[in-house]
């Protein structure tokens, strides 16, 4: 999800929902189902504007304040 780019440039970071809201899992080590984004903040940007955390997580996701902070 994110960009679309398939060759990840910077890795992967994996986020998990945390009640409701989306919560970064750099260790992979947080239960529940994951969604996957480059490492980088024009990725996330791409995937915020596309709404690409609700349609992998498949529900209603709140964005923490600091996600593109996060990943900058
Ligand atoms: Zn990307």
Redesign the pocket.
């Known amino acids: 999800m ?2 679309g ?1 398939s060759a990840p440039k910077h890795g992967l970071l994996r986020f998990v929902l945390r009640e409701g809201r989306l919560e970064a899992d750099p260790d992979a080590r947080l239960p529940g189902r994951g969604a996957y ?2 490492h ?1 903040e024009a ?1 996330a940007r791409e995937a915020v504007r596309r709404r690409g955390f609700e349609r992998s997580l498949r529900t209603t996701v709140r964005l923490p304040d600091d996600l593109l902070e996060s990943l900058s």
């Open positions: 994110g960009c780019q984004l480059h980088d990725c």
